[in-house]
Structures are given as C-alpha cells and as structure tokens.
C-alpha cells in the first residue's frame, strides 16, 4: 500500500489555511533565535576601539598604541539593533590605564564597561648631563627623546627653545624628563648686589647706583637702596638687571 501526499483533492480554502500554518510554524523560531540573539563581543570590544581610534587621531604629533581588554566570555547582552555607541567612562583618561562606556539603547537599554591601556608617545625634552641646583639651562644640557605620554601628566617641554635660559629649582639627571616644576625665570639681581637704576619720567632719564635689597627676576619689583641718598625705592627689574623707578 502506498500513501501519496496529494493535494490536489482537498479544497482551495482548506490548503490556503494549511500552507499559512506550516509557513508560521517555520518563521516563529526564527523571530524566536532573533529576539534572543546575544551581542556579539568582538563588536562591543570594535566599539570601543573604533571611539578611541577617532578621539586620539586628533593628536598628530603622538605615536598611539591601544590595547583593548578582554569581556568574560560568559557574558550574554541581548543584541542591539545599531552597531553599539561608545565613550569614555566617568575620569577615564586618554593615557596609561583606563575604561571605555560602550552602550546600547534599542531593543533593550544595556551599558558595559570596558578595559584598555593607551600608551601615547610623543617628543620630551629630557636631561643631558648631569644639571645642577640653580643652574642655567644651555642647549647641550638637553635632549629629545620620544617619551610614553603618561610619565608626562604634570605638564612637559616639547622644544629646547622653551627651556634653554631658564634656571633649575634642584638638581636634574640625565634621561630625567624635564617639567614646567623643575625651572624658574633666572635672577637677574640677588640681594646685595650693585645694580643701575633708572629714574624715569618724560623726556628726562637719570642713572645711579643702589644696593639691592632682594633677590629678582625679570619683571618684579624689588626694593634697592640708593647709594648717594639711603633712599629706599621700589622698582622693575628689566632684561639687563638694571632697576626702572618712576620720579
């Protein structure tokens, strides 16, 4: 005996409604895995790199290498329906180690933490030789030498021009990175030493000489005794080491 699957003896109406059945019990699982479908964890760790490829590109003149961290591979996030957005994570910080925001908000709302390190180089000018306490900085004292940016949180000098001249607060060492805390403006007059000073007022200039009576740099104002007159005055120290009073 053979049983054939022939259709064709049962009514139009009746095989229309069979055909939708099966066809429903074939798209229902579908929908069903789709709805249920995890996101997938390279593309919430290509998230967060892709956020932080554009965000440090901007800084041409560093060498970055990013190192993405790794997701518990038990971790099961139901699948956004637009690639995941990303951003840095409440005190994250663009060096050294730090965190990504990665975030989805359709179908369902979920937020992600995730790991990385950023090593950012770029040119610091770091110590030559040996530099001593209250030295004034020269060329040859100095190098440039590419430096890992998070050694560089406290501020750094990218150019020689920006130090040379200056005088050192303490004693450097060589391969030390050079920062805006370890120099100050050079004195130009200490206290005690004969200095000019320069009485000024429209059309007329007088110089004489006075004994400072305080240490200076270029632009403050000291104090200096006039040598002919006990006088004391208060006045500007200028590029020179001269003093400029107003008469």
């Not at 403006?185 to 007329?204: D, H, K, N």
């Amino acid at each position: 005996m053979r049983i054939i699957n022939d259709q064709s003896s049962i009514p139009l109406g009746r095989r229309m409604h069979q055909l939708l059945f099966i066809l429903a019990l074939t798209i229902l699982p579908l929908a069903t895995t789709a709805a249920n479908e995890s996101e997938p964890l390279e593309r919430i760790l290509e998230s967060a790199r892709a956020f932080l490829t554009e965000t440090l590109a901007a800084d041409r003149n560093a060498d970055t290498r990013i190192e993405i961290g790794r997701l518990d591979s038990r971790l099961q996030l139901r699948r956004c329906a637009h690639p995941p957005t990303a951003q840095m994570a409440p005190g994250g910080r663009t060096s050294g180690n730090t965190t990504v925001n990665v975030r989805c908000s359709a179908p369902v709302s979920w937020s992600i933490f995730v790991p990385v390190r950023i090593e950012r180089y770029a040119d610091a000018v770091v110590v030559a030789r040996p530099i001593s306490n209250k030295q004034t900085i020269q060329p040859s004292d100095l190098r440039i030498e590419r430096t890992e940016m998070s050694r560089l949180s406290r501020g750094y000098f990218s150019d020689f021009k920006s130090v040379v001249g200056l005088q050192t607060r303490r004693a450097l060492t060589p391969g030390q990175v050079v920062l805006p805390g370890h120099l100050t403006q050079p004195r130009l007059v200490e206290r005690g030493q004969l200095v000019t000073l320069y009485a000024t007022r429209p059309g007329l200039t007088v110089r004489m000489k006075g004994i400072a009576l305080e240490d200076g740099q270029e632009g403050e104002r000291i104090r200096v005794r006039n040598r002919s007159s006990k006088r004391i005055v208060e006045g500007i120290v200028d590029p020179t080491g001269g003093v400029h009073i107003t008469m």
